[in-house]
């Protein structure tokens, strides 16, 4: 951990930080021994920022995705020069990359996100990393970001399956269990899709391993399509994957809450629309890796369970739609199947 006198990348300047700083960071109590400045709103912030040059601003997220392309515009008139890094929950990540992506405007509303809970010293070395580059950039000599790029190697590693580029295990299951807390707070909902390919074992004898394995990325590329961009999917082991299909309202207008199915209705339609159109991609695949008949050969089974009107946590959500699956297994494969409706596979739901 650096110490003030030690920190000297910012040549003197304050780091702003910006909302509940004990949620962000595992050790809250070391940063507030740095150079800070800790301000619990938005607008305190930006009055903050327009009188004080900033070295960087941490926005800690945690619900506020509404307000946030306003408030980082904001933040970003008031002290142009600082670069502002996202504190964003795991299940806030698809946000924080639009907003360091250039989505909303010009130019990117944040230099970069982290996922939390994280060290200070992490933070900081991030700071640091920004703030090199940008020097770089205004020709200064060439700076060795090689620490930076094995960081992010690390990160990758720790969250993407290697094989398809697809989640990992870990991180669909801590994404499940904070967008069900939130979907909780904000009467929404979460569908989990848990799927299998059929007699994938039968691939792999009659094929091969090396075609195994490009079956399972196939199958990751047409699901990865056929998903909004919010949703998550991964690879959770072997030739099973999962798909996190979610909406959460507590942030949307009074007339989109009533116009929107209510959090106790049935299993969401985008959820069901989107499982179809995968298994229509499926049959439509040219698996030329399985010879001339390859393709319409490539079929999956799987189970829908979705919050809160089949569990009420990430657990029960798992082992609802793990049941599920099993279940479209015995019928025939093939198919997938709903929590509730032992006899009717997807395609009898509209």
């Known amino acids: 951990m650096k110490t003030k006198n030690s920190f000297s990348v910012t040549d003197g300047r304050k780091i702003l930080l910006i909302g509940d700083i004990d949620r962000a960071f595992s050790d809250a109590d070391a940063v507030r021994q740095l150079p800070c400045e800790i301000q ?84 900081y070395q991030t700071i640091e990393l920004l703030i090199h580059r940008k020097r770089a950039e205004l020709a200064a000599p060439a700076v060795d970001i090689s620490s930076e790029m094995k960081i992010k190697q690390l990160e990758k590693l720790a969250t993407e399956d290697d094989l398809t580029g697809l989640k990992n295990r870990r991180y669909i299951w801590e994404f499940s269990r904070q967008i069900i807390d939130y979907a909780r707070k904000g009467k929404g909902q979460v569908t989990l899709l848990i799927f299998d390919i059929d007699n994938f074992k039968h691939y792999n004898d009659v094929y091969g391993h090396s075609a195994g394995d490009k079956v399972l990325k196939q199958a990751a590329v047409l699901m990865r399509r056929c998903c909004r961009g919010h949703d998550i999917v991964g690879r959770i082991g072997g030739d099973e994957f999962a798909v996190v299909f979610w909406d959460v309202t507590q942030n949307k207008t009074l007339k989109e809450k009533s116009e929107r199915r209510s959090a106790t209705a049935g299993h969401p339609k985008e959820a069901i629309f989107i499982a179809k159109r995968f298994i229509r991609e499926l049959e439509n695949a040219e698996l030329h890796l399985l010879g001339p008949k390859g393709k319409g050969v490539l079929t999956i089974s799987g189970g829908l369970a979705t919050f809160p009107l089949d569990g009420s946590t990430m657990q029960e959500l798992f082992t609802k739609a793990d049941k599920a699956l099993l279940d479209a297994k015995r019928s025939g494969k093939n198919r997938i199947y709903l929590v509730g409706k032992p006899r009717s596979d997807i395609a009898d739901v509209e």
């Open 40 to 123: 619990s709103n938005i607008p305190d912030a930006v009055n903050l920022a327009e009188k004080e040059n900033f070295a960087a601003i941490g926005v800690v997220m945690f619900g506020s995705a509404i307000r946030l392309p306003w408030a980082l515009e904001a933040l970003r008139k008031a002290n142009s020069s600082a670069k502002i890094i996202l504190l964003a929950q795991m299940c806030e990540e698809p946000i924080a990359m639009k907003m360091v992506g250039t989505n909303f405007s010009a130019k990117a509303l944040a230099d970069d996100y982290l996922i939390c809970p994280i060290q200070a010293n992490r933070f």
